[in-house]
């Protein structure tokens, strides 16, 4: 059961350890989804942006090694950066960025690596509305180059995802960028042993989501579970959490 949580008041919430201490211990999943949820509360609010986390002492705390507490897969698209809709500071968040979050062996090893010699528990995957390399995915799909090799490679990791979207596209690529999120996720499991084992020990959470460039929201798909298929996400704008955790 998916229940959602009211961003009203999240954003008064503080976020301790990362910022604040130089714990090695591991923050578990639901805890960084909490963080990433009340730090977009914080950012679509507009006020009491968080002030802690970036002064020089954090700057040497952080020379002796870094722990961040979740992995954030998005699109590379300027007006998106995880740090800044997530309200995040120095070492909090591991970001991998690619155009449409498209995959290839430098970005899942990146993701490896800060699983498995970092710790992290949980990958986001962000999409976004209006994503460019989601359409150009789409106007790809009977076969027409992207204009180069590089950017045709690119397009063609996106195609499968969504390949069911060849008529008329929906209103700003929403549904096709929410199929080629949860795309990504699942395919992070199957193209990766490593993190596929981790998933499927109920190591390592995966959830997709989506940042709506009108309004700042990022939305999140309840998370990825072995051996199911996903639900519906909630409606644009609100946040959800799955309570069975």
Known sequence: MVMYVALIFSFLIPQFGLASSGTKEAVSPQTAMQWLMNGNGRFTSTKLLRKDGQSFKDIQRLSKGQHPHTIVLSCSDSRVPPEIVFDQKLGEIFVIRTAGQALNDNAIGSIEYAVEHLGTKLIVVMGHTSCGAVTAAHSTLGGKSAGTPALDALVKDIHPRIS??????????????????????????????????????????????????????????????????????????????????
Not at 172 to 196: C, H, I
């Open 164 to 245: 069911s979207f060849k008529g008329e596209p929906s209103a700003r690529f929403e549904k096709e960028s929410w199929a080629n999120a949860e795309g990504v996720a699942k395919d992070l499991t199957t193209r990766s042993s490593l993190l596929g084992e981790a998933f499927a020990k109920n190591e390592l959470w995966i959830v997709p989501s989506m940042y709506d460039l009108n309004s700042g929201r990022v939305t999140f798909h309840e998370r990825l579970r072995p051996g199911t298929s996903m639900r519906a996400p909630a409606s644009q704008g609100e946040a959800t959490f799955h309570s069975g955790h």
